[in-house]
């Protein structure tokens, strides 16, 4: 049985949240200050600190400071809104959550069906770190170089937190699996964890899918759906592609990240969610901001904790760990393994690889298939590898003329990049950073 200080200077809302503890098999003690909260985990320190950040003698932050004190308590802060600033502190302080007041026995029951002592998380990680230095694996991701040494650092960092976190990068770079480690580390493993891609859902049926419907809602709404949100309760929503969600859903997005509420189309009753965020984009989020498909306040709601991903092209000596890795993976689901000579391995490393590690397991996945031996070679790398390293060589460039309109120059280089890459769409989406959607919308636009 876990142990719970909690620091709040009314009474009542001490005892009631005292009671509620109680009831999930905690035992319980109360401090209406920071000089009562010293003394009491001096006598005891407990599993869990439910800390108010207003208090007669001082700002709850305060006891934060002193680390040794805090020792292997995990902290969860009590605030009045959720607001970007108190996810900025919790983050900065370390604490792993914080709590909307008044405290509803709902959230509360969260807080406490994942209670996780900071040292059981930091072995975690440290194990991961062992793994990465004997395998090249941490996690969902795979490869030593440097960039991805410095995802790994922000991910081992921002896991045990609830704050949001916001991924941007290439179509392809593996996003979703940056996500999926951050889940796995943190104190919601136990909980679903529901991706979304926002560009491959209907405009007219997304704030359905995201927020759910009551019975009668709509034609053809013929019994009561839960959203994601209702699904995902307890542990994390992964919204990819979040640019492609209208406008009028990222209003209701941000109202729930700030308030924790939410309501399903139809219905004027509030639902409560408990449900951790994480969003990504392969566009550049100012740049998204800037055109409209972005709204400025949710941008900087979402934006609590960046990671960026890097191309495979910034990270190339990641690409003979990422060739073993995808062989490995299909020798185990087809039952052979082959592995890639040193000529495809060189071959592989000096390609740009636009589609990024996406692209590269594709295409070990055809390679494997075409070749009967136990080695693959070069010669059943697809042509376009071939050809695009010629063109590399001979360098691709488009001349603009100054004061050429910016819509005459888009047009100019999503034609010629389409060119480039053999009318490729997909690969042609991944280079420009854009999705498959919008290439669509544009293509469609200039009559292709």
């Known amino acids: 049985m876990g142990h719970a200080l909690i620091v709040e200077d009314d009474a009542d809302s001490a005892q009631m949240m005292a009671a509620l503890v109680g009831a999930e098999g905690f035992s319980a003690a109360t401090a209406r200050s920071l000089r009562d909260a010293r003394r009491q985990m001096a006598l005891q320190q407990p599993d869990l600190v439910l800390l108010d950040l207003r208090l007669p003698d001082g700002n709850g932050m305060a006891l934060l400071d002193d680390q040794d ?26 604490a792993a959550d914080y709590l909307i007041k008044p405290v509803s026995a709902k959230q509360l029951q969260s807080i406490l069906s ?45 896991a045990g937190t ?24 943190s104190r919601r493993r136990s909980r679903p964890f529901l991706g979304v891609n926002c560009g491959a859902i209907s405009p007219n049926l997304m704030e359905s899918e995201i927020f759910g419907h009551e019975r009668g809602s709509f034609t053809g709404a013929e019994r009561q759906h839960q959203g994601f949100f209702e699904r995902a309760h307890g542990g994390t929503l992964f919204l990819d592609e979040i640019t ?29 969610t408990d449900v951790r965020v994480i969003a990504a984009t392969n ?4 740049h998204a901001v800037a055109s409209g ?55 592989l490393g000096q390609y740009r690889w636009p589609g990024n590690v996406r692209e590269l ?24 590898i071939l050809a695009d390293l010629t063109r590399a060589a001979a360098g691709g460039t488009l001349e ?44 469609k636009e200039y009559g292709v």
Do not use: C
């Not at 209701?252 to 399903?264: I, S």
């Not at 949710?298 to 609590?304: G, I, M, S």
């Not at 092209?313 to 890795?325: A, F, I, N, T």
């Not at 397991?361 to 376009?384: C, F, H, K, S």
């Open 114 to 158: 994942r209670v996780t002592r900071p040292s059981v998380l930091r072995a975690e990680v440290d194990t991961l770190n062992e793994n990465l230095q004997r395998t090249g694996r941490f996690g969902h991701l795979v490869g030593r170089s440097e960039p991805m040494t410095r995802v790994y650092e922000q991910v081992a960092r921002v």
């Open 283 to 286: 566009r550049d989020p100012a």
């Open 400 to 443: 603009v003329a100054v004061g050429t309109p910016l819509a005459s120059v888009e047009r100019q280089v999503i034609l010629a990049t389409l060119e480039h890459f053999g009318h490729q769409k997909e690969r042609t989406a991944a280079a420009l950073g854009v999705s498959l959607k919008t290439l669509y919308n544009r293509l």
């Open 244 to 272: 492609e969600m209208p406008l009028s859903l990222q209003v209701k997005l941000l109202r729930v990240l700030e308030t924790g509420t939410f309501m399903r189309v139809g219905s004027t009753t509030p639902q409560e």
């Open 162 to 185: 609830s704050v949001t976190v916001f991924i941007t990068g290439e179509s392809g770079t593996g996003k979703e699996l940056v996500a999926r480690t951050v889940h796995d580390l």
């Open 69 to 94: 004190l805090i020792g292997n308590s995990e902290v969860v802060l009590m605030t009045g809104h959720a607001s970007l600033e108190t996810s900025i502190q919790a983050l900065r302080y370390g």
């Open 293 to 347: 498909a972005l709204r400025e306040d949710l941008f900087y709601r979402l934006n609590v904790f960046p990671v960026e991903l890097p191309p495979l092209r910034d990270r190339r000596e990641d690409v003979p760990l990422l060739v073993s890795h995808f062989l490995q993976e299909i020798g185990l689901r087809e039952g052979a393994f082959k592995r890639a000579t040193p000529a495809a391995l060189e071959r």
């Open 361 to 384: 397991r594709n295409v070990l996945q055809r390679a494997y298939v075409m070749t009967a031996g136990p080695e693959i070679g070069d010669q059943w790398l697809p042509r376009d």
